[in-house]
């Protein structure tokens, strides 16, 4: 499969080289402008005209006056490698004739494949965009809510992003200090490739019977989080339903929940999970990285925090996505009670976190 050879290739990938997920067209700008190998060189070596590579590069060319753009392409232009590249036949130094600055800022397949997946999925919401300072080393996705403020439901390392918008998954249509970043419609297409192969991967192990048990869960559109269409609503008074605190409680536990990427171990284990976290006994992900493992306790706290029954609805709504009448009815609750119940465990939720950010500034991630 595809995510298992990017996998593979995680551990491979040589910090000296050009990522694998660089397009062609940014390979040939690179080897014309930085390695000085002529366009026709170049046609020879990939069976294409000359005409094409030289269209590939004018276009890249263009894509500088992104900034993110233009500082992804003056990482990976880094410095001729010790030799020139002549000295070797045009279609092995592809990859392998740069010395790339700052190459551990650069994310690996694996690494761009896995946040690009949370990123892009974000951005599909109504009214988020990712936000990007000239300054900063983060980037934030932001929504706009019903009350007329911003809600933050992610943040992404600059490196990240600026490998999205290298790959056109991401554009600024206005610049300024403070660009604010779209998804494109090819942005959408890789962004359904991650899904089908995630559906595809959970297809081939339940085949194998090395999936137990996976609920079925009805989930909202990209467009529309339950947490999202529940904000919308308001009380007889007029009052919102949930306020933006309540809602930041709950796109933070997401955001820990996409971050330490436990979604697909949670969903096949389901009853395990709920058992163990009830007996003060939640599984640990040996194999997860500092940042995942450190989101991983994070849920794991504000869920053991919120008890049975809250942690229950609280997961299924903003974790997985379930509708709210899909949980009352697998909860085996009354109509319209999910709400309430989800409400209050938001209430707690916040009530957490406050406590958990006494010893340090609370962010999401």
Not at 41 to 48: E, K, N, V
Not at 83 to 102: E, F, N
Not at 134 to 151: L, P, W
Not at 324 to 333: F, H, I, P, Q, Y
Request: glycine content about 8%.
């Amino acid at each position: 499969m595809q995510a298992l050879e990017n996998r593979k290739q995680v551990d491979a990938e040589d910090t000296s080289e050009i990522p694998a997920w660089v397009p062609r067209s940014v390979q040939n700008y690179i080897d014309h402008t930085e390695m000085g190998i002529p366009i026709r060189a170049l046609a020879r070596a990939q069976g294409c005209h000359a005409s094409t590579i030289l269209r590939q590069i004018r276009r890249v060319e263009t894509l500088r006056d992104d900034p993110l753009v233009d500082n992804a392409l003056k990482t990976l232009g880094g410095t001729p490698a010790s030799g020139t590249a002549q000295a070797q036949p045009v279609h092995q130094t592809t990859t392998k004739r740069l010395k790339i600055r700052k190459s551990e800022e650069l994310p690996n397949i694996g690494e761009l494949s896995a946040h690009g997946n949370r990123v892009l999925k974000r951005l599909c919401e109504t009214g988020a965009v990712l936000a990007v300072a000239a300054d900063m080393d983060k980037a934030v996705i932001v929504r706009d809510s019903a009350g007329g403020e911003n809600t933050r439901t992610g943040v992404v390392d600059r490196s990240v992003v600026e490998a999205m918008a290298l790959k056109g998954w991401i554009t600024a249509p206005d610049g300024g200090r403070i660009a604010r970043y779209h998804i494109t419609a090819q942005g959408r297409s890789a962004l359904a490739d991650f899904m089908a192969r995630d559906e595809s991967e959970l297809a081939s192990e339940t085949a194998n019977g090395k999936v137990t048990e996976t609920p079925n869960r009805i989930r909202y559109g990209l467009a529309e989080s339950p947490l999202a269409a529940l904000a919308r609503r308001r009380d007889k008074d007029g009052s919102l339903f949930l306020s933006s605190e309540l809602v930041n409680a709950g796109e933070r536990l997401r955001e820990d929940f996409e971050l330490a990427q436990m979604g697909p171990d949670v969903a096949r284990n389901w009853d395990s999970f709920l058992e163990g976290l009830a007996e003060g006994k939640p599984p640990v992900l040996h194999d997860s990285a500092d940042a995942g493992a450190r989101a991983h306790s994070r849920v794991i706290a504000a869920l053991t925090n919120l008890g049975p029954g809250l942690s229950d609805i609280t997961l299924r709504c903003c974790c997985f996505l379930e509708g709210l009448e899909t949980a009352e009815k697998v909860l085996g609750w009354s109509a319209r009670s999910g709400k309430i119940v989800l409400r209050i465990a938001l209430m707690r939720l916040h009530l957490h976190y406050g406590q958990a950010s006494v010893r340090r500034t609370a962010m999401i991630g």
